[in-house]
């Protein structure tokens, strides 16, 4: 260990550059965090990248246009839980 550091030429701040994700804070049900950790060991993977994928990919299903086989397949379902 050295007796004295430079530290003239330091930064403050995180050490890797977040350019184009974001820090956040979010509560999961443990459950769902345990699921994603064991994915992550199996897949050799980070969870939180496995998360994040998880979330686009609902982002991308979800922003599909509905067709007409998708809309009939619905309104079915709906009208056998009023009958």
Same mark, same amino acid.
């Given at each position: 260990?050295?007796?004295? *550091?430079?530290?003239?030429? /330091?930064?403050r701040? /995180?050490?890797?550059?977040?350019?184009?994700? !974001?820090?956040?804070?979010? *509560?999961?049900?443990?459950? +769902?965090?345990?699921?994603?950790?064991?994915?992550?060991?199996? !897949?050799?993977?980070? *969870?939180?990248?496995?998360?994040?994928?998880?979330?686009?990919? *609902?982002?991308?299903?979800?922003?599909?246009p +509905?067709?007409?086989?998708?809309?009939?397949?619905?309104?079915?379902?709906?009208?056998?839980? +009023? !009958?």
């Amino acid at each position: 260990m050295k007796n004295e *550091y430079d530290f003239s030429k /330091a930064q403050r701040g /995180a050490p890797l550059s977040g350019k184009g994700k !974001s820090r956040i804070t979010m *509560y999961l049900d443990n459950e +769902v965090l345990d699921a994603f950790r064991a994915l992550a060991e199996q !897949s050799g993977r980070g *969870y939180q990248t496995l998360i994040n994928e998880a979330l686009g990919d *609902y982002l991308t299903r979800s922003a599909r246009p +509905v067709d007409a086989r998708t809309l009939r397949r619905i309104l079915r379902e709906e009208l056998k839980k +009023v !009958s």
